[in-house]
């Protein structure tokens, strides 16, 4: 609550008024300069950039990765030089890139008149070549029916005669996915893409039925969509198994709103949780909604899992680093933003706390250059991780005590503040790469 003053009660001396005043602005500059940082934050995201690249360093191979003075050299891993593949220079032509060639080609003649094919001296003239010229075109959705016609058959001989087995016989009926529906599967994988890849809701794709002839509500497509999903399930289950069967897991949630929900008020929040894991060299991505954002989701989810799993800092995901058997990893690029936000509230006069956020950056950027000049070299396995244990250790040593000094002399209620605080309370797990 802050403080309520008795007009009454102020001085008439000017210079104790001042003093009062200036002890108020102090009390309260801080949570100032904190709402505005806010504004200036919500501002950026509204109508700012969204990128977070910084500009690149005007000589990048020579940016030194920690002070020279510090280590000995002799103990710094030594990269065999590789001879670098320039290819040869080709002088592109200007125009559009030719058409794909596994799209079918129709071929349409063009031809003079057979008036045109004699010369003026009487010969007639001979075919010396072709001029070709491609044109993309487009065939519209092509609505089918499919007949299945089944043919019935009886015994004659049998006909008015009870009999324990039938007389009538009729070829099996084609398995389908949604009995008892018009839908093949074709239709339904088209409702589905339509939908889930393309964002066309159900009433577009109803609206496009129906220029077609086809007769198809909104809630007939939702139906069909619902019951091929649960068609999918054991599809499910499968990639499931393969994130659990990973060595590491990434996981995040997002809110998602959604509405006419049975028991829940349209204004309530609800979350998309995603997992990603498996084989490293060909992820799963698997997503699964849930009204909550409580730590039992991803608890239930990873039920027996053991290895890696990197999130951001919520507190929801502890319960999972309390388990036996599994390794917590923070996210760098979480803890960069958490800077790169301060940039974008900066106030233009507080060069103070945008310098500092510069400085954290350029820590952050030198670790980040590490990992791209192993990306470059395609480093082994062993020799990735001495890079990291040569120069992206010293780094991080050098960045934690930067933010050690800066904690006791930042607010922790700006944005500088939190990001610093975000940063040393996720340090251990963030440095969990240079294990592995």
């Known amino acids: ?29 801080d949570k100032i300069q ?51 593949p320039v290819a040869p220079h080709k002088r592109r032509k200007a125009g559009r890139k030719p058409l794909p060639d596994n799209l079918p080609r ?30 993309l075109d487009i065939i519209p959705a092509k609505v089918q029916v499919i007949r299945h016609i089944r043919y019935k058959y009886a015994c004659k001989g049998c006909e008015g005669i009870e009999s324990e087995t039938p007389t009538v016989q009729i070829a099996p009926a084609p398995p389908q996915l949604i009995p008892k529906t018009m839908a093949t599967a074709g239709l339904l994988a088209h409702i589905v893409v339509a939908k889930f890849e393309d964002a066309l809701p159900f009433h577009r794709q109803s609206k496009q039925l129906a220029r077609l002839g086809i007769d198809l509500p909104r809630a007939t497509l939702c139906n069909w969509a619902r019951q091929a999903a649960e068609k ?36 309530q929040k609800s979350y998309m949780w995603v997992f990603r894991g498996g084989d490293p060299e060909r992820p799963v991505l698997r997503y699964q909604y849930h009204p909550t954002r ?41 803890a960069r933003r958490k800077f790169h936000e301060v940039l974008q509230a900066a106030a233009p006069q507080v060069a103070q706390r945008k310098l500092a ?42 960045f934690k005590r930067w933010l050690e000094e800066k904690a006791p002399l930042t607010p922790p209620g700006g944005l500088l503040g939190k990001a610093i605080g975000y940063t040393l309370n996720q340090w251990s797990r963030l440095i969990v790469y240079l294990q592995d």
């Open 357 to 398: 956020a510069e400085e954290a950056l350029e820590f952050i950027g030198r670790l980040y250059r590490i990992e791209k000049e192993a990306r470059v070299k395609e480093l082994s396995v062993p020799v990735l991780y001495e890079l990291r244990q040569q120069q992206a250790q010293p780094v991080l040593e050098e």
């Open 232 to 267: 999918a399930l054991p599809l499910a289950d499968l990639m499931d198994r393969a994130i659990r069967g990973g060595p590491i897991v990434n996981i995040d949630e997002t809110t998602v709103q959604v509405l006419q929900e049975p028991g829940r008020a349209d204004t």
């Open 34 to 84: 904190h709402l505005e940082e806010q504004v200036r934050l919500l501002r950026n995201e509204i109508f700012g950039r969204k990128s977070e690249k910084r500009p690149a360093p005007e000589d990048d191979r020579q940016q030194p990765l920690f002070d020279e003075a510090e280590g000995d050299a002799s103990e710094k891993i030594s990269l065999p030089p590789e001879p670098i």
């Open 294 to 334: 409580a730590g039992s989701v991803p608890l239930a989810y990873l039920a027996g899992f053991k290895g890696y799993i990197q999130t951001d800092g919520y507190n929801g995901y502890d319960g999972l680093g309390r388990k036996p058997g599994i390794v917590m990893v923070g996210c760098w690029a979480h």
């Open 1 to 29: 609550m802050g403080m309520r003053l008795d007009v009454d009660s102020l001085p008439d001396d000017p210079t104790e008024l001042k003093q009062i005043i200036a002890s108020l602005s102090g009390r309260y500059a």
């Open 106 to 135: 129709i071929e349409v003649i063009h031809d003079i008149a057979e008036s045109q094919k004699q010369c003026a001296c009487g010969t007639m003239l001979s075919r010396i070549g072709e001029e070709v010229c491609e044109k």
